[in-house]
């Protein structure tokens, strides 16, 4: 693995605990280690672009632990950049993680930024800031800020067109009354401003912890679009809500379902708007749910969001094994049916931990060709795996399953299996399974003569669970067996039978 990608793991694992976890030290000298430790490799750039970090222009996976922080906090300090040098100190680099993580002031182009590494006198770190946007002359023309020497034409642009807006004080700016002007506010251009404003303040809100306010103001733009014909103020709103699809605002609205349980139609119509991306926002919820509470609340939202299964599907062909499985797991845990074909795929991937979940997650659909996927799972080259299968379609209690545990039980060579297939046999309980258990259960048994101890205990617990007559006529036999434990198993049964 290229060294960037994990020097910006291990970096946005740092900046997250300063940001929410400040007092677990532990956690931040570890990671701080395992910083200094990669970035003995070389060098590494950090850049934000429309709020995806890239580690040396390689893109690195939002779904991991503090990267849509790293972003976000890069674009409200102003930072388009971060170079950091080989070898660079880990005080360095925590000065650096501690001046990111600290809270920004918005429009001043990065100078808070520079001035700290100024003070910090690091000469192997360096960043490229935006210009900073200048307070607007009232009645006067704008004034223009020259950019620094070598900028770009598109940043000369940027800084023509920021200086004609006056910086907003994020903390003076109540949502409500934006939301109260946009209902006022006819003109596109001067809807797109307050809608600006918005967005800024939900950044602001969500840096604060401040997630109610994230939800209401995301609630107040989406709603206020459905009701809105085509036209330019519609595409403006539109616009808007491209730009709200972010993973850290999407993320502050479904951490809500399961707290502000009132406002859960609100959080469905936000998330749902806005497709894929707040399906993957509850779907990171559902996954790190701290109570079953929580989980079914998040749960009851995502199955009626129209992107849930697109996102899940997408999800399957990730190359991380667990997002896989937790992909899988949803989705039998939805029954999607549309998702059959691919779920039926996952029975071939590398990891029997997924193919595990892909068996789980067909019989959960219960399909003809989901039943056959779990037939199939039966010769799957994991113990484990066939473990789960034989569970799976034991719950299907007919001859064909059945005649398909007999035959398997004969030919597997595992002792755990075997064992899982026996009891199989006795939840089945169809005549010809209860015949399969008497004969292995008999001490003369020949599949089982070297390991009778072992088995004959399993086909009579097995009769047990059958509790037909014939199963019941086979346990008073064997309570006069001359084998102990078989005895006192079948009585045991018998009693419990009784009872």
């Known amino acids: 693995m290229d060294h960037s990608a994990t020097f910006a793991r291990h970096f946005a694992r740092l900046v997250a605990l300063l940001l929410h976890d400040a007092e677990n030290r532990d956690e931040q000298k570890m990671s701080l280690r395992a910083l200094a430790t990669i970035n003995k490799s070389g060098a590494v750039e950090l850049t934000a672009q429309e709020w995806q970090l890239l580690a040396n222009d390689q893109p690195v996976p939002a779904a991991l632990m503090g990267v849509q922080d790293v972003a976000s906090?890069?674009?409200?300090?102003?930072?388009?950049?971060?170079?950091?040098?080989?070898?660079?100190?880990?005080?360095?680099?925590?000065?650096?993680?501690?001046?990111?993580?600290?809270?920004?002031?918005?429009?001043?182009?990065?100078?808070?930024?520079?001035?700290?590494?100024?003070?910090?006198?690091?000469?192997?770190?360096?960043?490229?800031?935006?210009?900073?946007?200048?307070?607007?002359?009232?009645?006067?023309?704008?004034?223009?800020?020259?950019?620094?020497?070598?900028?770009?034409?598109?940043?000369?642009?940027?800084?023509?067109?920021?200086?004609?807006?006056?910086?907003?004080?994020?903390?003076?700016?109540?949502?409500?009354?934006?939301?109260?002007?946009?209902?006022?506010?006819?003109?596109?251009?001067?809807?797109?401003?307050?809608?600006?404003?918005?967005?800024?303040?939900?950044?602001?809100?969500?840096?604060?912890?401040?997630?109610?306010?994230?939800?209401?103001?995301?609630?107040?733009?989406?709603?206020?679009?459905?009701?809105?014909?085509?036209?330019?103020?519609?595409?403006?709103?539109?616009?808007?809500?491209?730009?709200?699809?972010?993973?850290?605002?999407?993320?502050?609205?479904?951490?809500?379902?399961?707290?502000?349980?009132?406002?859960?139609?609100?959080?469905?119509?936000?998330?749902?708007?806005?497709?894929?991306?707040?399906?993957?926002?509850?779907?990171?919820?559902?996954?790190?749910?701290?109570?079953?509470?929580?989980?079914?609340?998040?749960?009851?939202?995502?199955?009626?969001?129209?992107?849930?299964?697109?996102?899940?599907?997408?999800?399957?062909?990730?190359?991380?094994?667990?997002?896989?499985?937790?992909?899988?797991?949803?989705?039998?845990?939805?029954?999607?049916?549309?998702?059959?074909?691919?779920?039926?795929?996952?029975l071939k991937h590398s990891d029997e931990r997924v193919r595990r979940a892909a068996t789980n997650a067909l019989l959960r659909l219960g399909t003809p060709d989901a039943m056959k996927g779990i037939y199939e799972a039966m010769t799957d080259k994991s113990p484990e795996v066939r473990i789960q299968a034989t569970a799976a379609i034991a719950t299907k209690r007919d001859g064909k399953t059945s005649h398909t545990l007999i035959r398997a039980i004969e030919e597997e060579e595992d002792g755990d299996v075997q064992v899982a297939m026996i009891a199989a046999l006795g939840r089945i309980a169809t005549p010809d399974a209860v015949q399969k258990l008497i004969k292995m259960a008999e001490p003369e048994g020949r599949l089982f003569r070297k390991k009778s101890a072992v088995f004959r205990v399993a086909a009579v617990q097995a009769l047990g669970e059958a509790r037909t007559p014939a199963a019941f006529a086979a346990l008073r036999d064997l309570t006069g067996d001359k084998d102990r434990e078989v005895r006192e198993t079948a009585t045991r049964a018998l009693a419990h039978a009784a009872r």
């Open 73 to 346: 906090q890069m674009a409200a300090h102003s930072i388009v950049s971060i170079d950091v040098g080989a070898k660079t100190s880990a005080a360095d680099l925590l000065a650096l993680a501690r001046i990111l993580a600290a809270p920004a002031t918005p429009g001043d182009g990065g100078a808070q930024v520079r001035q700290k590494l100024t003070t910090l006198d690091a000469k192997t770190i360096g960043v490229v800031t935006t210009a900073p946007i200048p307070a607007v002359v009232a009645h006067d023309a704008p004034t223009v800020v020259a950019p620094a020497d070598g900028a770009s034409r598109v940043a000369q642009d940027a800084v023509t067109l920021l200086s004609q807006l006056a910086a907003p004080d994020i903390s003076k700016l109540s949502h409500q009354d934006l939301l109260t002007s946009l209902d006022l506010e006819k003109n596109a251009h001067l809807c797109a401003k307050v809608l600006d404003d918005l967005l800024l303040v939900a950044e602001h809100a969500m840096r604060a912890g401040k997630t109610a306010a994230v939800g209401e103001i995301l609630h107040g733009i989406v709603f206020r679009e459905s009701k809105l014909s085509e036209g330019e103020v519609k595409r403006a709103y539109q616009a808007a809500i491209r730009r709200t699809s972010k993973p850290a605002l999407l993320r502050a609205v479904a951490t809500l379902i399961p707290k502000r349980p009132e406002g859960k139609q609100a959080y469905y119509e936000v998330l749902d708007r806005t497709g894929e991306e707040g399906a993957d926002a509850v779907i990171e919820q559902i996954t790190q749910a701290p109570t079953n509470e929580d989980r079914k609340a998040l749960l009851e939202v995502f199955q009626e969001l129209r992107h849930a299964v697109p996102a899940l599907k997408r999800m399957l062909g990730d190359s991380r094994w667990f997002v896989v499985r937790n992909a899988a797991d949803l989705l039998g845990e939805m029954a999607a049916t549309d998702a059959e074909s691919n779920l039926v795929a996952l």
